[in-house]
């Protein structure tokens, strides 16, 4: 049971590159969320799904697209990566019925040069 | 103003005080949870409140919906408590707002 596991832990991007972070939860959670973490800002909601085939836009959701194909799965794709996207990324789900608790990913710490 | 406020934003004691670290909010929620970062690291859930008062160890966790405020308590304090701390609250369904974050360092 590995809980909710996010993948790259680091990478570093050349302005206007793309890529995916990749984010999945075994515990048959219906909420998953793509946040940012920035010093000083907190944490910011960049998207959110709410269950599977349903996704919806968080704080800060722009140069970024989600894609929740299937329960497990939630990923986070940056099309065209710039400066201000540099951030730590974490992936998290929800379990809301009965005791709510939240888990988180590891983080992604992202650059983008 | 932040709907979520912690305080203080950064605390450094000496190993076995007592730590208190004060969340206040001000909307109507569901649900008030207590993260933990250690540097560098994930976030870990370390309580969930609607109610009353938890306690895990040396960690209590209180919460007065009437006040919309919350506190977390640290016993005993140890170097290896050394994290930030982060409130968030649940507001319906999908939204969680998350306070700024309080970094607690415990000198030995």
């Known amino acids: ?113 | 103003k932040n709907e979520v406020e912690q305080s203080p934003q950064n605390l450094t004691a000496q190993e076995g005080e007592f730590i208190t670290i004060n969340c206040s909010y001000s909307v109507g929620i569901s649900a008030l949870h207590w993260l933990q970062q250690h540097p560098g690291g994930g976030i870990v859930s370390l309580f969930m409140l609607s109610s009353g008062k938890k306690k895990h160890g040396r960690l209590i966790a209180t919460i007065n919906i009437q006040e919309k405020h919350s506190s977390l308590h640290i016993t005993a304090s140890h170097p290896r408590d050394s994290a930030v701390y982060i409130c968030a609250v649940s507001r319906g369904a999908q939204k969680l707002v998350f306070g700024q974050g309080t970094r607690l360092t415990i000198n030995p």
């Open chain 1, 1 to 113: 049971n590995a809980g909710v596991t996010q993948t790259p832990k680091f990478q570093v991007l050349k302005t206007g590159q793309s890529m995916t972070l990749q984010c999945a939860q075994d515990m048959n959670h219906n909420s998953m969320y793509w946040y940012r973490q920035d010093p000083g800002m907190g944490l910011r909601l960049i998207y959110y799904s709410a269950s599977e085939g349903t996704t919806d836009k968080g704080e800060v959701p722009n140069g970024y697209n989600v894609s929740r194909l299937n329960k497990r799965e939630f990923s986070l794709r940056l099309e065209s990566a710039a400066p201000s996207q540099t951030s730590v990324y974490f992936c998290a789900s929800r379990v809301l019925q009965g005791n709510e608790k939240l888990f988180f990913g590891s983080g992604t710490q992202l650059s983008v040069l």
